[in-house]
């Protein structure tokens, strides 16, 4: 029986020398990418049925990359590996397409039960978070919850606010984007509508706050 394919996503090279050692034995590993964007291009490429991707990844967060994964390549799934035990991030990621979401401090075996079951098509869930996840997802459905200017940004949107939070030039969101500097600047003053802010360095806050980048490179 062939082995699963599988492809790695996160940008720390000494983790990810590690989990090639704790997969290479029962996965077929077809690559390993470091940044989100570098990410759907392999998965285009490479054709995996599993990608391990991390949530906080320079250019492309995981999950904005996990998004576009399902809507071109719904076969290809997602399995989420990262430090951040937030039951409200694993439900976005979730909703955006994960079928799986696992710790880095979880023990090496929960990630390969979580990749053997998304090559199942089924869901994965650390047991670390999953009590926490119900609560969020009671509350979440609550009718007095209220819409937040930060879940009202479109996914470009996202898309501009993290490369604007890394501290690239609106020239070069354009350019990474493959869209007009002037387009670039629509989104950007949008946003800043959207959030009722005035500054990039309020922008910069929501980012992190959205965990579109991250503080300390976890």
């Known amino acids: 029986m062939p082995l699963i394919r599988v492809l790695l996503a996160d940008d720390h090279s ?3 020398e590690g989990l090639q050692a704790l997969l290479k034995d029962s996965f077929d ?11 759907l291009q392999a998965v285009e490429d490479l054709r995996p049925e599993v990608v391990v991707a991390d ?10 990359a996990v998004r576009q994964i399902r809507n071109s390549r719904p076969e290809t799934k997602v399995v989420m590996l990262t430090m951040h035990a937030e039951p409200q991030l694993a439900v976005e990621a979730f909703r955006a397409g994960a079928v799986g979401y696992v710790l880095k401090t979880s023990p090496g075996e929960e990630l390969i039960t979580a990749i053997e079951e998304a090559s199942k098509g089924r869901a994965y869930l650390t047991p670390l978070i999953a009590k926490d996840l119900i609560s969020t997802l009671i509350e ?11 879940t009202r940004l479109t996914p470009r949107q996202r898309e501009v606010l993290q490369l604007i939070a890394e501290g690239r030039t609106m020239k070069e969101v354009a350019s990474i984007l493959h869209i007009s500097p002037r387009t670039a600047e629509s989104h950007k003053y949008e946003m800043m509508n959207v959030l009722g802010v005035a500054t990039t360095a309020e922008l910069i806050q929501h ?12």
């Open 140 to 150: 979440a459905r609550l009718p007095e919850r209220a819409e937040t200017g930060e």
């Open 207 to 218: 980012a992190i706050r959205l965990r579109l980048v991250s503080i300390g490179g976890v």
């Open 14 to 16: 000494m983790f990810v």
């Open 55 to 64: 949530v906080s990844m320079p250019m492309l967060n995981g999950v904005d």
């Open 29 to 39: 590993l077809v690559g390993v990418v470091y940044d989100g964007r570098a990410l």
